[in-house]
């Protein structure tokens, strides 16, 4: 199956800045986009940022000017860089990628999520 791999967290004072980065592997024919996601405790997991594979970016509303997702020079790899860190950025990021597999299935494949904790 399809794996997906984040790495990169750790802690961060508030005003400071953390890259995390994202690979998926396997029987990859396409990635159609990839996605990063958040969750803090007791709250609902919410979506941070996206990529196309044409380049098209969406991010959600409090990270905007803040973070930037990009594609990395590793296949079907992505990373987020997150400046000007906030406490409310604390929560487990996780990575998301979609596309199509050999020989003609579709994917849609979590890794398993990288700890970011943000201190006032």
């Known amino acids: 199956q399809v794996q997906v791999m984040e790495s990169g967290g750790g802690v961060a004072q508030a005003g400071g800045s953390l890259r995390l980065a994202c690979v998926a592997s396997?029987?990859?024919?396409?990635?159609?986009?990839m996605r990063w996601y958040r969750q803090a405790p007791g709250k609902q997991r919410e979506l941070v940022a996206s990529i196309t594979s044409g380049g098209r970016t969406t991010y959600t509303d409090s990270v905007k000017g803040r973070f930037t997702i990009s594609k990395n020079n590793r296949g079907n790899a992505i990373d987020l860089q997150m400046n000007s860190l906030k406490p409310e950025d604390t929560g487990v990021y996780y990575c998301?990628?979609?596309?199509?597999?050999?020989?003609?299935?579709?994917?849609?494949?979590w890794g398993q999520g990288t700890q970011v904790t943000v201190s006032s």
């Open positions: 396997g029987p990859i024919v396409r990635v159609d986009v």
């Open positions: 998301n990628a979609e596309g199509v597999k050999v020989p003609i299935l579709p994917f849609n494949s």
